[in-house]
């Protein structure tokens, strides 16, 4: 059974930073393709960033080039995001999430629970 | 890197059709047919109900079909059922590795 579990969110001030992590198991995590996708409170999904089986290619939405980081470990199943200079909009539950393809597939088959990260004076 | 569009709302009485539209350009939707529709219901994560425009994944019921039209995408589920009443999202891909989603659609099942 694939699983994906997130931590590291929580409340943080603006400017200030988070490293999200997710844990993967049930699949060969090196096989795939991984993303990050935020849900603000009440609205719809956004797309955040990917990251391909190798870390060669890992590109971003445009509201969070040059502040986050994608990365991955796959001696330990692990996706991480790195959030720096946050701002009151990044305010959102972040999805770990699967894609269906070593690259990146062409969709994304399971998604984690979330973790809520919450930007805030 | 703009949203799909999606109407905000569809409705439907159980055992009836509904169709939730999602137009895109040239450069998302219709460029590739990397469509899907997720479902997700108060509280929970998104489930993946449609790939590559009209495939299902394993367990997801055969009333749920898509399909695509230029630079819409269409997710109709046929004989409503309560359970069905969520809110629906599509994305696609979009080139050069870059993913959007449409805004969302809450299908009310009256």
């Known amino acids: 059974e694939v699983q994906l579990v997130e931590s590291g969110g929580g409340l943080v001030q603006p400017g200030g930073s988070l490293r999200l992590s997710c844990a993967a198991s049930?699949?060969?995590?090196?096989?795939?393709?991984m993303h990050w996708v935020r849900q603000a409170p009440g609205k719809g999904l956004e797309w955040v960033s990917g990251i391909n089986w190798n870390s060669g290619s890992a590109p971003y939405v445009d509201s969070v080039k040059g502040r986050f980081t994608i990365s991955r470990d796959n001696a330990k199943s692990s996706l991480y995001l790195q959030m720096n200079s946050l701002r009151t909009e990044d305010t959102a539950l972040y999805y770990c999430v699967k894609g269906n393809g070593k690259y990146w597939g062409t969709t994304f088959d399971y998604w984690g629970q979330g973790t809520l990260v919450t930007v805030s004076s | 890197q703009s949203a799909l569009t999606q109407p905000p709302s569809a409705s439907g009485s159980p055992g009836q059709s509904v169709t939730i539209s999602c137009t895109g350009t040239s450069s998302d939707v219709g460029g590739y047919n990397y469509v899907s529709w997720y479902q997700q219901h108060p509280g929970k994560a998104p489930r993946l109900m449609i790939y590559e425009v009209s495939k299902r994944p394993s367990g997801v019921p055969d009333r749920f079909s898509g399909s695509k039209s230029g630079n819409t995408a269409s997710l109709t589920v046929s004989g409503l059922q309560a359970e069905d009443e969520a809110d629906y999202y599509c994305?696609?891909?979009?080139?050069?590795?870059?993913?959007?989603f449409g805004g969302g659609t809450k299908l009310t099942v009256l």
């Open positions: 994305s696609s891909y979009a080139g050069n590795s870059i993913w959007v």
């Open positions: 049930g699949f060969i995590f090196d096989n795939y393709g």
